[in-house]
């Protein structure tokens, strides 16, 4: 078991590791859309690659996860199999966003044998998110475009 410190430097450490097999800039929370992101997500069980929609207004955030949905059979088809969607995922501190994340299961952070496997994943998942985007962000970020 490792302690707090520790666990915040084998943390730090796997984020330089990843930047230095990476070495790109990432969409993540540039998609010109408020509170619609791109993240990466790793523990001690699994590696995730998500897209939160976070929007306060209930509304738009709905509207936002329906044009995903709509492009959902593209989305798997050209870009990325095995994506989860989620309207109402509840966050540990009780916020509901909306969750869309493709996950690797099996790997961990604090086991450096699984590292290369997680870059590997991060890159590859991260990178088929972004071109999807890169073709399908205007439809997405259109509000009045219907769905």
Do not use: C
């Not at 590696?47 to 798997?76: C, G, H």
């Amino acid at each position: 078991m490792y302690s707090k410190e520790e666990t915040q430097r084998l943390k730090r450490e796997f984020w330089v590791a990843f930047a230095e097999k990476y070495p790109r800039k990432w969409v993540l929370y540039d998609t010109k859309i408020k509170d619609f992101s791109f993240k990466f997500y790793v523990d001690n069980k699994k590696a995730q690659v998500l897209i939160d929609i976070e929007n306060r207004n209930e509304e738009t955030r709905k509207i936002y996860f329906e044009k995903m949905e709509s492009l959902k059979s593209i989305l798997e088809a050209d870009f990325i199999e095995d994506l989860v969607f989620e309207k109402n995922f509840t966050l540990e501190n009780g916020k509901t966003i909306s969750r869309i994340w493709v996950e690797k299961l099996g790997v961990g952070v604090s086991n450096k044998k699984y590292w290369d496997e997680i870059f590997d994943f991060f890159n590859e998942k991260m990178h088929a998110v972004e071109m999807f985007y890169l073709e399908y962000g205007d439809y997405i970020r259109d509000l009045e475009m219907n769905t």
